[in-house]
């Protein structure tokens, strides 16, 4: 088990012969990229908002080295992968190192971990770090050793001079060289030369999740700690009228109920006590409820007629292209819930005026200052601990229930509270990834290919995180309620309801229209991908249309329509690997998909071809196999790469053939899993294939969210190919495969 | 106070008749591997071996147990010396989050403990009952064949395979 290791911050800065790495980055960066010279770019991501970063690398003078991020691990599996870069860079054993993981006290505040940025924003700065570090090593052995640096060389963790004579890190460190600003330019290994980068290392959690190691918040258990459960309203905006808590409070173990406002819990000293006293004091309860959601069965017209902000994010115009054939289609996603198999979960304590969480959130800065602003303490008074807990998938729970368990915390002082919501809590409230339409209409010139293009996205915006307090539960509930802030759209490049909504294909005309909806009926925030899933979803799917209309092979349609080489490169390996063929036909009830993305058009590039059959009876899909190829730019670890796009997937074809939020005019409906049903392996595939081109050298592009959308075209175009018919409204389900093969 | 046997040890609880065996494994007896994931038998994170069988541990009551001999993951092996099924996933690298893992160990262990050779087909129905959400699914069934050839090559007096029986 690797414990989260409590580093004091002030210690580290205050040197102790420890070797520090700051950054001020500028440049750095940019010598590894074949990019334009101007204009300078700016530092790597993280470095952006934390400019003056000054601990990534520690090197203590026993030799022991450790890796600070402030990313979060989240089951992605970049601690192994941060760990190999370091290990590379410092020219360490790979076990010879440790990695921190995000917490106020001691790491970086690098924001959220979303977006498939991890890699990009903390393994660059790791690298760089690393390197940098290797460099002054060396160079204080060259001082002390009297020789140029170019005669010595570094190994296992020393540097060595040309006579064999050694100097350990741990040495070289104790001198006086605490305090280093890192420079514009960094040594980086050539890529060639790489031997722990590029290999496939087993994760460094595993072990102790398939032993019974304690890996999770979940498994927490502190001196004294008390179980908590929170009693929620029954629907958004439901108002506590009645509480009668006399006989709760007689229940064996219960130490405490605590009620703020809309806010209630209760503590007991057994966890099975605080569920048992939870459903007592629910039962005890009544609520004032207010018919407030929309019309689940009709999405597409609440979203098309809620107000909007409308603004054109993308206009190509050639006049010389003409358009002579015209389709239009409109396309749909339903509300989809994050569904971490572990409810979210958290332990607080608050201890002479500090309180401090043990959260599984994404962001522990930002979710510190929403804490803080909850709870009315300053920031500093308030700090938060990454541990992992079941994964996430997006903004799932974990910051609710980080407030919820300080909340509580701060009416039981001294005593650790550890609060884990109940399944149907987790799917009632936590904030889901939101309905989307979109609207497309492209038309084809003589000669076949796309002349026009036109594609209007309607969708909330996709992150409702804290910062302030407002984003949470618990502050949303209490007797003087913090405000939910008021939602933004995400801005471009990365974007959020209209990340993937501009083409990366290349038309000679194109209009994309981004209808930004302020209002959110029901709790929305950042599930995996954002709006990518979808739009490439549309896009993908009405590219084959487009095809079809053509009389075009797909894969042979998409290449016409790209100049990316390495888009291309990805689309030619997928088919070849998958053995796609112009004018196959498919084995009986079966059909053949193709899909492509760059995720955000500036990330990995991913190509999937898929293989569905169609039990034409049912109308039941079944995945059959799937074949993917990927360009995450220099990879770290393919295994851990290719476990990223399996699961990609595999989950995409989740959300995809299965799943969508239900609920009536009051309550959310789909509360488990039996309303909410999620793919089980009676349906999972016979066989996935990931191919990964390798970029040596190039940026890390980053994995997580690299899939989902080429994944859920792929099976839908696949699905079209099997049957005849185009679904274009999302979950692509039985029922309406079947109700599409019998009209 | 009542008698609970698991992983070999007898250990004395004190907990409600109602309580679910899964508390008192988390919080009794300081187990990490059984999880909490829906407390309503939809999702397997919770599954443990009684007496050979898997077990939901989130819905099955103390008051049944009497006598009954629980295992749980750690009772099957170390980091050190893992069990066969913990080997296979580790050699899998079949885990994403992990949250899901060690009840779906659990039910292949029982799997292959009374039919060492199981098929493809054989595999995927036991496993029904589990939710995995990162869909790690495809390494999880890679892992399991690979126990299956592990368990049927490895010496019978190994600690490990000694304490999955």
Known sequence: ?????????????????????????????????????????????????????????????????????????????????????????????????????????????????????????????????????????????????????????????????????????????????????????????????????????????????????????????????????????????????????????????????????????????????????????????????????????????????????????????????????????????????????????AVAQFVDGAMTVWTHTQGVYPDRQGIAEMLRMPPASVRLIHVEGSGCYGHNGADDAAADAALIARALPGRPVRVQWMREQEHAWEPYGPAMVTKLKASLDGNGKIADWNFEVFSNTHSMRPGGAGSMLAAQHMAQPFALPAPRPLPLPEGGGDRNAIPFYNFPNAHVVHHFIPAMPLRISAMRALGAYHNVFSIESFMDELAALAGADPVEFRLKHLDDSRGRDVIEKAAQSFGWKAGQTSPQNRGFGFAFARYKNLAAYCAIASEVEVNRETGRPRLIRAVAAVDSGQVVNPDGLINQIEGAIVQSMSWTLYESVSFDDTRITSIDWQTYPILRFDAVPESVEVHIINRPGQPFLGSGETGQGPAAASIANAIANATGRRLRNLPLTRKRIKEAIDA | MMTLKVNGREHQVDAEADTPLLYVLREDIKLNAAKFGCGLGQCGACTVIVDGKAVLSCVTPMVLLEGKQVTTLEGLGTIAEPAPIQRAFMEEQAAQCGYCIAGMMMRAQALLQRNSKPTDEQIRAELEPHLCRCGTHMRILRAVHRAARLMDTADASSPASRSAR
């Not at chain 1, 003078?61 to 860079?89: C, S, W």
């Not at chain 1, 057994?270 to 009709?298: C, G, H, R, V, Y």
Request: hydrophobic share 40%.
């Open chain 1, 1 to 345: 088990m690797n414990a989260p290791i409590i580093l004091d911050r002030r210690r580290v800065l205050a040197g102790g012969g420890a070797l520090i790495i700051s950054f001020s980055l500028t440049s750095a960066f940019a010598q590894q990229q074949d990019a334009p010279a101007a204009p300078a770019p700016s530092p790597p991501g993280s470095l952006k908002t934390s400019p003056y970063l000054d601990a990534w690398i520690r090197i203590d003078t026993d030799g022991g080295i450790t890796v600070f991020t402030g990313k979060a691990e989240l089951g992605q599996g970049f601690r192994t992968a941060f760990q190999q870069i370091a290990a590379e860079e410092l020219d360490v054993a790979f076990g010879a190192l440790k990695v921190v993981t995000a917490d106020t006290k001691v790491t970086a505040n690098e924001g959220y971990t979303s977006g498939s940025n991890s890699m990009k924003d903390s393994g660059t700065a790791i690298q760089i770090a690393a390197a940098q570090a290797r460099e002054l090593l060396v160079a204080e052995a060259a001082k002390r050793l009297d020789l140029p640096v170019e005669n010595l060389r570094t190994a296992d963790g020393a540097v060595i001079a040309p006579d064999g004579k050694r100097l350990s890190y741990g040495e070289l460190v104790a001198g006086d060289m605490l305090h280093v600003q890192a420079q514009p330019k960094s040594k980086l290994k050539n890529p060639a030369a790489y031997r722990v980068i590029g290999q496939s290392v087993p994760r460094v959690d595993i072990p102790a999740k398939v032993t019974g190691g304690a890996a999770y918040v979940q498994d927490m258990r502190l001196p004294g700690m008390v179980h908590a459960r929170v009693v929620r309203p029954p629907s958004y905006g439901a108002q506590l009228t009645e509480c009668d808590t006399s006989t709760v409070e007689k229940l064996p173990g219960v130490v405490k109920i605590v009620r703020d406002g809309n806010f209630l819990a209760v503590v007991a000293e057994k966890e099975f006590q605080s569920i048992k006293a939870m459903n007592a004091l629910a039962a005890a309860t009544k609520w004032k409820e207010t018919a407030s959601l929309p019309k689940q069965d009709d999405l597409l017209a609440v979203l098309t007629s809620l107000p909007s902000q409308n603004t054109t994010i993308f206009e190509r115009g050639n006049a010389s292209a003409t358009g002579q054939k015209t389709i239009e289609a409109t396309y749909t996603r339903p509300y989809q819930a994050h569904g971490s198999i572990g409810p979210s979960c």
